[in-house]
């Protein structure tokens, strides 16, 4: 059975779980989307920009494309879970339930201003696009 | 054999290349359009067809004048009752007032003004400034680009009539019009009363083309325009870009729209309209179609990020690295069969 963009998210999540370094690190968790207020930092969060699918005969390509963004009281902290994301995910091949992972890799950069959140705190918000291929047998 | 002028040539390719740039710029402006997030400023089930839509010009003003008679004491409980004609122009069935992307909705005023005759009065023609049917029981009637909507016996004799709208009255509900609005929605359109007795109106203030008057909703939108290709030596490159700004504000908010922030989640509109279109630009710009092969290389660079205080766009480029003008020309006359 066919599966969606969502088996790469949920791969993506269970990568950055498995990687014992960087789960110590984000202290807030992982958040889809955005984190809820009063979260702690730093924090890992991520959103699906967009994922084609590319149909070929008996096989279908999904190209996910992932942005995946830290959130840390100092640009320090930020820098460095970042580069453990990039440790984790960049060349990667992490299981995708019902598709095969063709690689993972980083893309682009987001750099991102310093931020003001809702009580008030600096807050420094930097990250990556990734972009994630995956093969599924239809 | 006449003499290939190999610059004339690279220029060809180069203005063939711009027009190709320009179409995928195209394209991908739609496509994100499509994407971009619109407010939707109205309740659920009230004056959709489907997805959201903007607030006109007109329905704002109809409930901004609304909200400017309630002042700060808010809605007026009274307001209903004491004008019991207001409450026959009502709607005794469907899921709302029928409106749809363009309807026209007429300020509420003089209401009063217009003559009722009871249907079961009977007999009476309805004449320019009459009309006739069972209290409680009218449909609206709204002018719209496609025609009048409302109940069909409204307007097979509503004539040059239009009702103006001020209280609507739903599945044994009675609301304002301004109820047609989100909580949100009613903060975009007018905002809070500042100390010059000025509302926010964030949201407001866009032109879209073909539509006349303000909307609410469609900044970002709208805020995604198209910078045309250009040359810089033997590359060829445009932009689509994205600019949303709040009034007397400078901040740039189509970056959040695109990347998130600490407070909003993203909700990206540039990128997936260029993935989207990225095949079909591929093929706008393909130079391997006939004698050009083997001239060019392409590359499209996408998903980098262009970002400033003012703008966030994804830059769409095309490279064209020639091959010498020597080479250039050789390669053409060989891909011709004309080999020199």
Not at chain 2, 50 to 79: F, H, L, N, Q
Not at chain 2, 80 to 91: I, K, Q, Y
Not at chain 2, 232 to 250: H, L, S
Not at chain 2, 282 to 303: E, F, N, T, W
């Amino acid at each position: 059975m066919a599966s969606t963009s969502a088996a790469i998210k949920r791969g993506l999540v269970r990568n950055a779980r498995q990687n014992a370094t960087l789960k110590a690190a984000i202290v807030g968790g992982i958040h889809e989307g955005f984190a809820p207020v009063k979260t702690r930092y730093p924090f890992m969060v991520y959103n699906l920009v967009a994922a084609p699918y590319g149909s070929l005969w008996g096989s279908r390509v999904i190209v996910a494309l992932v942005d995946i963004w830290v959130y840390a009281e100092n640009g320090v902290d930020a820098s460095n879970v970042d580069q453990l994301i990039l440790d984790a995910f960049d060349g990667s091949q992490f299981t995708v339930d019902g598709q095969d992972t063709l690689i993972c890799r980083r893309v682009a950069d987001l750099p991102g201003g310093p931020d003001v959140d809702s009580e008030g705190k600096k807050i420094y918000q930097i990250g990556g696009s990734y972009e994630v291929w995956t093969d599924q047998s239809l | 054999m006449g003499v290939i002028d190999p610059d004339a040539l690279v220029d060809a390719l180069l203005s063939a290349s711009e027009e190709g740039i320009n179409l995928g710029l195209a394209e991908i402006q739609r496509r994100a359009q499509k994407h971009a997030p619109v407010r939707d400023v109205f309740r659920h089930g009230h004056g959709k067809t489907g997805g959201s839509r903007a607030a006109r010009a007109d329905e704002i003003a109809a409930i901004e004048k609304m909200v400017d008679r309630w002042g700060s004491k808010g809605p007026p409980t009274a307001y209903s009752a004491r004008s019991a004609n207001l409450r026959n122009f009502a709607m005794t069935s469907g899921g709302g007032l029928a409106t749809h992307r363009g309807s026209e909705l007429w300020k509420a005023g003089s209401i009063a003004d217009q003559t009722w005759i009871p249907s079961d009065a009977g007999g009476h023609e309805p004449s320019p400034v009459s009309i006739r049917g069972r209290p409680n029981s009218y449909h609206p009637v709204i002018q719209s680009p496609i025609g009048r909507i409302g109940s069909r016996s409204m307007r097979s004799w509503a004539g040059d009539n239009l009702l103006e709208i001020g209280v609507i009255r739903g599945n044994g509900k009675e609301f304002l019009l301004s109820d047609l609005l989100s909580s949100r929605g009613r903060y975009e359109a007018f905002g809070r009363v500042g100390p010059g007795g000025k509302r926010a109106g964030r949201g407001r203030a866009v032109k879209t083309a073909g539509v006349e008057g303000e909307m609410v909703g469609g900044r970002l939108r709208d805020g995604i325009t198209i910078i045309p290709a250009k040359r810089n030596g033997t590359m060829v490159y445009g932009f689509v870009q994205a600019v949303a700004t709040d009034p007397g504000k400078k901040h740039n908010y189509a970056k959040d729209q695109e990347f998130g922030s600490r407070h909003n989640r993203a909700q990206p509109f540039l990128r997936p309209g260029l993935r989207e279109s990225k095949d079909r630009i591929v093929k706008m710009i393909d130079p391997s179609k006939g004698a050009q092969k083997g001239l060019m290389q392409q590359r499209l660079q996408s998903g980098r990020r262009v970002s400033s205080g003012s703008e966030v766009g994804v830059p769409v480029r095309l490279r064209i690295k020639a091959q010498g003008w020597d080479g250039l020309a050789n390669k053409f006359l060989s891909d011709l069969g004309l080999g020199r």
